[in-house]
């Protein structure tokens, strides 16, 4: 298949465009490189793919792409995604999460393409208590800018979907962590600053619960539900490995050999949902998907991966000192 990827410079699309490239499919990056964006990440598949530098909210450019290109699918990652940024300032996350989809769903049906895979998230539905998992039927309730912009978009999808019968599929991850996260994200943080022997900031008391999901899993589920999912459907997609954040803090801590004295609380985020957790029956059940790798084993390979690749995640947060003194106040 020819797939336009959306975002394939970012985290979590870059691991997807390998994974695509693996499987043979032939794969159009558009990514506009933010400063989450990094064709570093597409090193070893650099010469299999084509990349287009392009804001996925730029119509004409978009427009020019696909004709170029006819695609048979979309698979849309591009986004604004770190909550934390959206608090701070919603404009690029409405921009690009919702108006940038829009500019994709219309010229996916422009081309009649054969699939839209939407990228969304858990963080839509809203938080849950100790107890309870959501399901693909459960009610949207975004607390943050960045949820309300992803719900958004998926209510677009689904209107694209029901109105011109675009053939969207939405998939929502839980948690996702693994090699080339950007260093502001829990994870990719806290090796960091324990690596420079800094005080680590933690939300409150650590006690919020995500469900995480290693990467490489999360973009073999995309790749499986692009070739086996329905039109027209949500799927959830998680590793049923909940933590709390402190508890993955003290794991990463333990692997580094670090003392957990540099553990340091700061005011919590503002809003901040207490748990997601999410029921991926469905796609086990439909498509023949399971996640192949544990949280254990994950994390450890996350670690030696940091380990290995400190100079990528050192020059990164060159820009990130600034921006860590706004959010966590230390
Ligand atoms: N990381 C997670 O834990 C997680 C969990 C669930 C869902 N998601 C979703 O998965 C997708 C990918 O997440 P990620 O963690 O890889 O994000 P990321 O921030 O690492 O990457 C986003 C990519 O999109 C690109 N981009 C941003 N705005 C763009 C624009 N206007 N035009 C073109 N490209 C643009 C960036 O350059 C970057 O390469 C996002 O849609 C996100 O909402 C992420």
């Known amino acids: 298949m020819k797939l336009i990827v959306t975002g394939g410079a970012g985290f979590i699309g870059s691991e997807f465009v390998r994974q695509a490239v693996r499987k043979n499919h032939a794969v159009v990056v558009v990514d506009k490189l933010s400063y989450a964006g990094d064709l570093a990440r597409l090193k070893d598949v650099q010469d299999s793919i084509t990349f287009y530098k392009a804001d996925i909210t730029d119509k004409d450019a978009i427009k020019q792409i696909f004709a170029k290109e006819k695609p048979d699918a979309v698979v849309h990652f591009a986004a604004e995604s770190h909550v934390d940024r959206s608090i701070l300032n919603a404009d690029e996350f409405l921009t690009t999460n919702l108006i940038g989809t829009h500019t994709l769903l219309d010229c996916a049906k422009e081309h009649k393409v054969g699939r839209f895979i939407n990228i969304s998230t858990d963080e839509v539905?809203?938080?849950?208590?100790?107890?309870?998992?959501?399901c693909e039927d459960s009610p949207l309730n975004p607390n943050s800018p960045y949820s309300v912009s992803k719900a958004s978009a998926d209510m677009l999808g689904r209107a694209y979907f029901r109105t011109y019968k675009l053939p969207v599929i939405t998939i929502r991850p839980s948690n996702n962590y693994g090699p080339w996260q950007y260093p502001e994200k829990l994870l990719p943080v806290v090796i960091v600053k324990a690596l420079k022997n800094e005080p680590i900031p933690v939300y409150?008391?650590?006690?919020?619960?995500?469900?995480w999901f290693y990467v490489a899993d999360c973009a073999n589920a995309i790749l499986t539900i692009l070739e086996k999912g329905k039109e027209g459907e949500v799927y959830n997609i998680s590793s049923g490995d909940e933590r709390?954040?402190?508890?993955?803090?003290k794991t990463i801590l333990s692997l580094l050999g670090k003392d957990e004295s540099l553990i340091t609380f700061v005011k919590d985020r503002p809003g901040h949902d207490f748990r997601y957790a999410m029921n991926s029956n469905k796609v086990k059940r439909e498509c023949g998907w399971k996640p192949e790798v544990g949280f254990d084993e994950g994390i450890r390979k996350t670690v030696e991966w940091c380990l290995k690749h400190q100079d990528w995640l050192f020059e990164k947060i060159k820009d990130l000192e600034g921006y860590w003194k706004k959010v966590y106040k230390v």
């Open 125 to 134: 539905y809203g938080e849950l208590g100790e107890q309870g998992q959501f």
């Open 204 to 211: 409150g008391k650590g006690a919020n619960v995500r469900e």
């Open 244 to 249: 709390k954040n402190i508890d993955v803090v």
